[in-house]
C-alpha cells in the first residue's frame, strides 16, 4: 500500500464546475499537509497548506480529516487556468524527523 | 516569499560522463533539501534527504555511489550524477526546508537531464 494514495484521473470538467479531489495518507503520526500544483514539465508550487479547521483560499478549500487520515481539496467555479496536476504532500515520520511523502497527482483538466 | 535556484535548467550529455545539478536557497537557510526525480507522467520519487554537514540519507534502490549528494552550506546542495547512462534522463527537482520549519517547501525550478 503506498503511503500517500491519490486518484490519479484524469478529471475532466467543464469551465464553472466544481470539482473535489481527496487524498489518504498511511500514518497516523504524519505531521503538516499541504496541496501543491504541478504544471506540465514545471516545478510543482505550493497551493495551500491544510488543517483541520479547514482553510479557504478564493475558490479554493482544503480540508483535513485526521481521525479518517484523508485531505480534501475543493475547487469552485473552475478556470481553464486550473488545468494541471494536483498533488498532496503529507509529512511523514521517518528516522526522527518528518519526510514530505507526495502523492501521485491528480490530474485536472477543465475544458470550455 | 521564498526563492530556491537550480541550476542547470538543461542539460545534455554524452553516456559516461557526469553531471552536477546545484540547488541553491536564495533568501533564507535550509538545513534539509531533498532531491527527487520525476520521469514523465509519474510521480516525484524522493531520491536522498540531504543535511547541512552531515551524509546524505538515500532511500532504497537509489545508488549512493551514482548519485553523489553534498550539502556543504545551510544554502547549497548539489547532486552529481556521476557516469550518467541514458536510463538516468529525467527530471530531477530539489527542494528546500527552511531552517525554521514550518513543514513546507520550497521547489527549485528543476533540471531535465538527457544523457545520449
Known amino acids: 500500500r503506498k503511503e500517500v494514495e491519490q486518484d490519479p484521473g484524469p478529471f475532466n470538467v467543464p469551465e464553472g464546475a466544481t470539482v473535489a479531489f481527496n487524498c489518504t495518507y498511511s500514518?497516523?503520526?504524519?505531521?503538516?499537509f499541504f496541496w501543491y500544483r504541478q504544471d506540465c514539465r514545471k516545478e510543482p508550487k505550493l497551493l495551500m497548506s491544510v488543517y483541520s479547521s479547514g482553510n479557504e483560499d478564493g475558490r479554493f478549500t482544503a480540508q483535513l480529516n485526521r481521525a479518517s487520515q484523508y485531505i480534501s481539496l475543493l475547487i469552485r467555479d473552475s478556470k481553464l487556468s486550473d488545468s494541471a496536476t494536483y498533488l498532496c504532500?503529507?509529512?511523514?515520520?521517518?528516522?526522527?524527523?518528518?519526510?514530505?511523502?507526495f502523492g501521485r497527482g491528480t490530474s485536472l483538466i477543465v475544458h470550455p | 516569499g521564498a526563492v530556491v535556484s537550480q541550476h542547470p535548467s538543461w542539460v545534455i550529455c554524452k553516456s559516461g560522463t557526469s553531471v552536477k545539478i546545484e540547488c541553491r536557497s536564495l533568501?533564507?537557510?535550509?538545513?534539509?533539501m531533498f532531491w527527487y526525480r520525476q520521469f514523465p507522467k509519474q510521480s516525484l520519487m524522493l531520491m536522498a534527504t540531504s543535511n547541512e554537514g552531515s551524509k546524505a540519507t538515500y532511500e532504497q534502490g537509489v545508488e549512493k555511489d551514482k548519485f553523489l549528494i553534498n550539502h556543504a552550506s545551510l544554502t547549497l546542495s548539489t547532486l552529481t550524477v556521476t557516469s550518467a547512462h541514458p536510463e538516468d534522463s529525467s527530471f530531477y527537482i530539489c527542494s528546500a526546508r527552511p531552517t525554521r520549519n514550518t513543514g513546507e517547501l520550497f521547489f527549485g525550478e528543476g533540471s531535465r537531464l538527457t544523457v545520449l
Open positions: 500514518n497516523s503520526a504524519s505531521q503538516s
Open positions: 533568501d533564507f537557510q535550509a538545513t534539509t
Open positions: 504532500v503529507v509529512n511523514m515520520p521517518s528516522g526522527g524527523s518528518y519526510i514530505p511523502t
